[in-house]
């Protein structure tokens, strides 16, 4: 996860950290949960939803892509 995300070169990402993973109710069998957290940044400027989001919704692209992640709501 953690080489598919940093492959779409978010230009903002400051740090990918994992959290934890986790198998069972309500997560259907042979999947799993993984929590991750990343932080973006820009030196000069406060960041808006505006800018990151985009970065966000390529990194979500790309998982769903290559392990065929999806959000849980």
Do not use: C, W
């Amino acid at each position: 996860v953690e080489r598919d995300v940093l492959s779409t070169t978010p230009a903002l990402l400051e740090s990918l950290s994992f959290i934890t993973s986790y198998r069972g109710k309500p997560i259907p069998p042979g999947h799993k949960s993984v929590s991750f957290r990343m932080v973006f940044r820009d030196p000069v400027n406060t960041l808006r939803h505006e800018q990151v989001d985009p970065q966000v919704k390529t990194i979500v692209d790309k998982l769903a892509q290559t392990v065929g992640a999806q959000i849980r709501a």
